[in-house]
Structures are given as structure tokens and as C-alpha cells.
């Protein structure tokens, strides 16, 4: 059987759910606002420093290195942990993972966890995983939390409820928070309603879950940033503490992490370091959790690391600072692409984590996302880890075209066109027959097509034909 190794999946292709986000304004107004001020803040953060490109060399390098060497850093990090007290558990998939963790989360007797945002808990679907066996996750950081609340999907990497409101966050609070009925919407009150609900969580909580930023191969220490300090309650109180940790999240030594602890928040969160670091290594007596487990996710990490083009995804270090900049995101949002990762790295991520699936929708799915993109290649400009994000994407968008069947509808049309524009004769001729569709068009668009051309016009408008094409004006005016 093919893997499903990405389980956050199967909404419709992207072209037809970007459309419905399109037309919705308030989605496109908050996103527009939300983007717009943190490419400000970025920027100014950036120019501060004179050696960011440096910075940026050095992240590319120290990465591409451990991709290089994973086996011996990995290796390396699993000892460093078993000799200070932790345990260490290898996932192959999303399956094993929630194994894994249901397990632990048993063996502790919670019924209750309290989590730290983490990507790879989304990506192989924890939350879901632990309700089927009877265990309730809270998500502790604000936007998860709001994301939750409101039976929602997230829509950002850093910010997973960028696509809301103040108004909308308020009606969130009073429908779900008793002890909110009233709340208004400003930030302090909001923050306020959602420290009172999380404060009894924190206090008794026997198992927490977080995920990683990076880990430390020399010494086995793990590391959180964040901004809100939720995350640290999480890491602390707790008698057990569970780490889900993609493979690639490791890093040689503390100088190494070092270039991270630079790049990571101006790129982020516009700061110049984050407002929590946290930073623990296996187990101290009398001081944080008396049980510490880090479970090691593949999940078609190991199997993206053998295609020499697209490996480069797993350098990201999860900044989000390419859907900040990416002007597709701008204007449709994260859901719209119907995966954990969206924007310009889901693009390329997904794809590549998925590949293999024996799941149709989500095939199809994983096929489409390449195409998410303008190519406009702001989002190299911006990644403090220089991955080429249109590289890999016209690189993923091959492997696609290639895969597909000779007589591939697709295929069969873009083939027709060729044999058309091949020749002046012909292409003039299919000009005039295409004249008619003029009367199919509303403020120069034509919006629905016949079958088979439906299959365009379901998520995409087609522009008019023009009354005289160009070529017969040249003709008339310079003939």
C-alpha cells in the first residue's frame, strides 16, 4: 500500500478553494492588513543588521550540512539524550507517531494535555489522533487556542488565526468561555479571558506536548522560541513532557544555533530575538518535568532528502516570512491551500512529504499545489535559509507533467494548441472561430464555459476575446 504520511488533507484542489476565499472580503481585508504590517516590521528588523546576508549564507551552509550528515547528528542527539535522562522514540509516520504518543500520554494516566504550538503535531494530525482515544489536547498559544475554539483550521505558520478579527476573536470567547460572556474586543481584555481559561489547564496537566525548533546535536538539548510564554508553562509544570521533532530540526552545536536565534525572529516576528527562548536537556532533578520523551519524526522527510532539488524544503526553519511576502497568500490565505504548511514553502513541503499516497483526493491535491504561485520569487528574496522556492516549485511542476498519462486530457489540449500556434495560418484561423465566445462575457470576462472547458472556468475566468486581435490591427493600421 502507498503512505498517507500528511493527514491534514483532501479539501478541494487550490484553484477552486482560492476562489471561494477570494470572494470573501473580510478574509482578504484581514490578510491584507496582517501581512502588510509584519513585511514592514521585517524589513526594518533586517536593516539593522549589516551582515544579514552573511546570516543567511551561514544558515544555508550549517543546514545543508546536516542534511548532508543527518545520521551522525541524529545518532549523536539520541545519545546526548538517553545520557541525560531522556527517552528517544523513531517515527516512520504519522501513524506511528500518535502511537507513540496515546501510548505515553496512557502510561502517565492524563486524560488531559496541554500542548505548545507545534507544526509537526499538526502536520501528522496529534490532536485528532488523541481524541479518538479518549485524551483531550488544549492548545495553550493564543492563535492555536482561537483556532480551536472556533472549530477552525489554521491559515498561518506563525500566526494560525492571522485570517481573524478582533471582533471575530470576541465572539469566539463569548460562545466558548463561560466566564467571557462579556468580554470586549480589545487585545488586553482578550488576552485576559484566554489567560483565565488556560491558568487552570497549566495548574493541572499532568502531560504536556510541544514540538521543536531546533535541538542541539553536542549536548541533546531541545529548544522552543515563542512569544507569549504560554509554551514555558507548558514546559515546566508538567510532570511528563513529550517532544515531537521533524528529523530535520537539528542542528551541530550551540554555535551553530546561534545564526538560528538570529535569523529566525527578524524573520518571524519582526523582533530581534524572541520573548521566550526555552531551552531544556533530558531530565534535572527537582527542576521541570520528571519525564521527558522526544519522538523523531520521518514522515517522508527521509525520502524527500533523496530528490537533490527539492531537500532544500527541509532547511526551512517554519519563519513564515514567504507568506508574509507571497502575493497568491496575500489574497486567498492558508486555508485555500488545503494543507497543514501553507503559502510558498506548503507548496513545496507538502508535495514532497505526501508523495506516495495511495489517497485520490489527496493525490490530486498534492499535484496542485506546485502551482500555487506566481513564481514572482519574492519568498527566495526573504528566506533566511535561501531555499529556491520557485526553483523547486517548476521542478515539482515537472515531475508532475511527467508522471501524467500520454493521453492525459491536459496533455491532449496543450498538445492541440501547439499544433495550432505552429502555424500563423492556423492560429489566425482559430482566432476568428474563438470571436463568438464574445457573447458569453460580462465586463470582459467570460466566467463559465461548456464541458470540457468547464474544467478551467470552475476556478479560473477567461478574458474576452477582443473584437480585433492585434495582428489584424497591424495589418490594418500598418499594412
Same mark, same amino acid.
Given at each position: ?106 502510561? !502517565?494516566? #492524563?486524560?488531559?494535555?496541554? $500542548? ?5 503535531? &499538526?502536520?501528522? *494530525?496529534? =490532536?485528532? @489522533?488523541? %481524541? ?61 479571558? !484566554?489567560? #483565565?481559561?488556560?491558568?487552570? $489547564? ?5 502531560? &504536556?506536548?510541544? *514540538?521543536? =525548533?531546533? @535541538?542541539? %546535536? ?80 520521518? =514522515?517522508?522527510?527521509? %525520502? ?176
Amino acid at each position: 500500500m502507498g503512505r498517507n504520511p500528511v493527514t491534514w488533507l483532501g479539501s478541494p484542489a487550490f484553484p477552486s478553494a482560492a476562489r471561494t476565499a477570494l470572494a470573501d472580503v473580510q478574509l482578504r481585508g484581514n490578510l491584507a492588513h496582517a501581512t502588510g504590517t509584519i513585511r514592514g516590521k521585517r524589513a526594518a528588523a533586517v536593516a539593522e543588521l549589516p551582515d544579514w546576508e552573511r546570516l543567511r549564507l551561514a544558515g544555508e551552509a550549517i543546514k545543508d550540512d546536516v542534511l548532508a550528515n543527518l545520521d551522525t547528528y541524529l545518532t549523536r542527539l539520541e545519545s546526548q539524550v538517553r545520557a541525560r535522562g531522556g527517552v528517544v522514540h523513531w517515527a516512520r509516520d504519522a501513524a506511528e507517531a500518535n502511537a507513540i504518543v496515546l501510548r505515553l500520554v496512557r502510561e !502517565a494516566q #492524563a486524560s488531559e494535555v496541554v $500542548k505548545v504550538k507545534s507544526m509537526a503535531t &499538526a502536520e501528522i *494530525g496529534l =490532536n485528532e @489522533a488523541l %481524541a479518538e482515544g479518549g485524551v483531550s489536547a488544549i492548545e495553550t498559544d493564543l492563535a492555536e487556542l482561537i483556532v480551536q475554539l472556533g472549530d477552525d483550521r489554521p491559515s498561518h505558520i506563525l500566526v494560525p488565526a492571522i485570517h481573524r478579527n478582533r471582533a471575530e476573536i470576541r465572539d469566539i470567547f463569548r460562545a466558548t468561555m463561560p466566564h467571557a460572556a462579556q468580554v470586549s474586543d480589545r487585545p488586553a481584555d482578550l488576552a485576559e479571558a !484566554a489567560r #483565565a481559561h488556560l491558568r487552570s $489547564k497549566f495548574l493541572t496537566a499532568k502531560v &504536556a506536548i510541544s *514540538g521543536a =525548533n531546533f @535541538a542541539v %546535536a553536542d549536548t541533546g538539548s531541545v529548544v522552543v522560541v515563542e512569544s507569549e510564554g504560554n509554551g514555558r508553562m507548558c514546559l515546566t509544570l508538567p510532570d511528563t513532557l513529550i517532544t515531537v521533532m521533524g528529523l530535520e530540526k537539528v542542528v551541530p552545536t550551540w554555535r551553530d544555533l546561534e545564526v538560528f536565534l538570529q535569523l529566525l525572529p527578524r524573520s518571524s516576528t519582526a523582533e530581534r530575538m524572541n520573548p521566550y527562548t526555552s531551552v531544556w536537556t533530558g531530565v534535572t532533578p527537582g527542576d521541570g518535568p520528571r519525564a521527558f520523551h522526544l519522538v523523531l519524526l520521518d =514522515n517522508g522527510r527521509t %525520502a524527500t532528502l533523496a530528490d537533490r532539488v527539492g531537500r532544500q524544503a527541509l532547511r526551512c526553519i517554519r519563519c513564515s516570512a514567504c507568506l508574509n511576502v507571497c502575493p497568491v497568500y496575500e489574497r486567498t490565505g492558508g486555508q485555500a491551500y488545503g494543507s497543514v504548511y501553507p503559502g510558498p514553502i506548503g507548496a513545496i513541503l507538502t508535495p514532497q512529504l505526501g508523495a506516495g499516497t495511495d489517497d485520490g483526493p489527496t493525490g490530486k491535491l498534492l499535484r496542485s499545489l506546485p502551482y500555487a504561485s506566481s513564481l514572482c520569487g519574492a519568498c527566495f528574496e526573504v528566506c533566511p535559509v535561501r531555499i529556491d522556492i520557485p526553483e523547486v516549485l517548476v521542478h515539482l511542476r515537472n515531475r508532475t507533467v511527467q508522471e501524467k498519462p500520454a493521453y492525459d486530457p491536459e496533455a491532449v489540449a496543450m498538445a492541440a494548441a501547439s499544433w495550432v500556434m505552429a502555424s500563423p495560418r492556423r492560429f489566425r484561423l482559430a482566432q476568428r472561430l474563438l470571436g463568438p465566445l464574445r457573447l458569453l462575457a460580462r465586463g470582459g470576462r467570460i466566467r463559465r464555459l461548456p464541458w470540457p472547458a468547464s474544467r478551467w472556468t470552475d476556478s479560473r475566468d477567461v478574458p474576452a476575446p477582443p473584437k480585433e486581435t492585434f495582428s489584424a490591427w497591424w495589418r490594418r493600421t500598418r499594412g
